[in-house]
C-alpha cells in the first residue's frame, strides 16, 4: 500500500511570498489533516478534512494560509504572503476512521519551508 | 483547551535495557484516545502504540507498553530491550471523541540508544 505523498519535500522562500504544499492521501482515507510542525515542538494542526468538507480549521491563520481538498483525494495548502514564523515542516497525514473514531494518522515526509 | 506534556526532553539509554518515557496530560472529558508516535530523524512519523481511555488494560505491541494511570491523567511509555532502531523522536498525543477532535500533541521526548 502507498502512503502518503507530499510534495515539495524542501522549499526556501522569501518572507512575502508565496508557496504551496501538495499531499496525496492514501487511497481511501476519508480524512486528511495538515499540520504545521515547528522545529523543537510537536506538529500543530491546521486543518481537517473529511472527504471535501472542512472539520475544523480553528488553528489555520486564515489571513495567510488556505488549504483545500477538491474531490476529496488530494490537498494543497498555501501560504500568502509568507512570514518569517512560517519556517516549519509541514505535515500531512490521513485516516480511514472518521473524525471521533480516534483511528491511527499515517504520516507523509512532510515539507521542510524556509523563509528567509 | 487540553494539554500535554513531555518533561523530559532527552533521554538515553544502553542497548537491550529499557526505559520508560512520561507523559501528562490535562483534560475534563472521559472519553478520549491516547498515543505515542514515533519520528525517526528524517523519516516519517509512526503509530507506536494506542489507548482507549474507557479501557483498563494497559495496551502492549511487542517490546512496547504503556502504564496508563486515568485518575493521574498520566501515560508514560515504556521499551523494552531497547534496539538501535529505537532512537527517534517520541510523542505523547491526546485525542478527543467529543467536540474538538483532533490530536493534540507534547514537545516531544529525543531518545537516544547508547550501543
Known amino acids: 500500500e502507498a502512503g502518503v505523498a507530499q510534495s515539495p519535500r524542501y522549499k526556501i522562500i522569501e518572507k512575502r511570498q508565496s508557496v504551496a504544499f501538495w499531499c496525496n492521501p492514501i487511497?481511501?482515507?476519508?480524512?486528511l489533516y495538515w499540520y504545521q510542525q515547528i522545529l523543537g515542538q510537536g506538529p500543530k494542526l491546521l486543518i481537517q478534512f473529511q472527504n471535501n468538507g472542512v472539520v475544523d480549521d480553528s488553528q489555520l491563520p486564515k489571513d495567510r494560509f488556505s488549504a483545500e481538498r477538491l474531490k476529496g483525494v488530494d490537498s494543497t495548502l498555501k501560504i500568502q504572503p509568507a512570514k518569517l514564523e512560517d519556517s516549519a515542516v509541514y505535515l500531512c497525514a490521513s485516516s480511514l476512521d472518521h473524525p471521533g473514531q480516534g483511528g491511527e494518522q499515517y504520516f507523509g515526509p512532510g515539507t521542510r519551508l524556509t523563509v528567509t | 483547551a487540553q494539554t500535554v506534556t513531555q518533561s523530559q526532553p532527552e533521554m538515553s539509554v544502553q542497548e537491550a535495557e529499557t526505559v520508560t518515557l512520561s507523559c501528562t496530560y490535562d483534560?475534563?472529558?472521559?472519553?478520549?484516545?491516547l498515543f505515542w508516535y514515533k519520528q525517526p530523524p528524517s523519516r516519517q512519523m509512526i503509530l507506536v502504540i494506542r489507548?482507549?481511555?474507557?479501557?483498563?488494560q494497559n495496551a502492549t505491541e511487542n517490546r512496547f507498553s504503556v502504564n496508563f494511570q486515568k485518575a493521574a491523567k498520566s501515560f508514560s511509555l515504556k521499551i523494552s530491550d531497547s534496539q538501535l532502531g529505537d532512537a527517534a523522536m517520541y510523542f505523547c498525543a491526546y485525542y478527543q471523541i467529543q467536540g474538538a477532535q483532533k490530536l493534540v500533541f507534547g514537545q516531544g521526548t529525543r531518545l537516544t540508544i547508547n550501543p
Open positions: 489507548q482507549e481511555a474507557y479501557k483498563q
Open positions: 483534560t475534563s472529558e472521559s472519553d478520549y484516545y
Open positions: 487511497s481511501g482515507h476519508a480524512t
